[in-house]
């Protein structure tokens, strides 16, 4: 069974846990001016990265809480979660 390490909660079953899509999608701040082709990148389009890349993974059945998670998403192996904020060089949590 794949498990999930959760930054507070610690390894738990990816059953627990609802996947939120791509990590680091910042809202443009100043949507007033933004084309419709602008918003609707902002809105739909994703990267769908072959490899390693960020997502948020939620807690549901556990704290409730958001985080970031590094995943490959060739062998699905998560490669470190982190909260949400930390980024790079923060308090992570290797996959096991
Ligand atoms: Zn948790």
Known sequence: ???????????RAESEFSCGGEADIVRP???ET??????GDYVFMRKNTKGVHKEQWFHA???????????????????RT?????????DSHGAD
């Open 29 to 31: 701040l100043e949507s």
């Open 1 to 11: 069974m794949l498990q999930i390490t959760c930054p507070w909660c610690g390894a």
């Open 61 to 79: 059945s556990g704290c409730r809480r958001w985080f970031n998670a590094e995943r490959d998403t060739v062998t699905y192996q998560f490669i």
């Open 82 to 90: 982190y909260p949400i904020g930390a980024g790079a060089s923060g």
């Open 34 to 39: 933004l084309s419709d082709e602008a918003w």
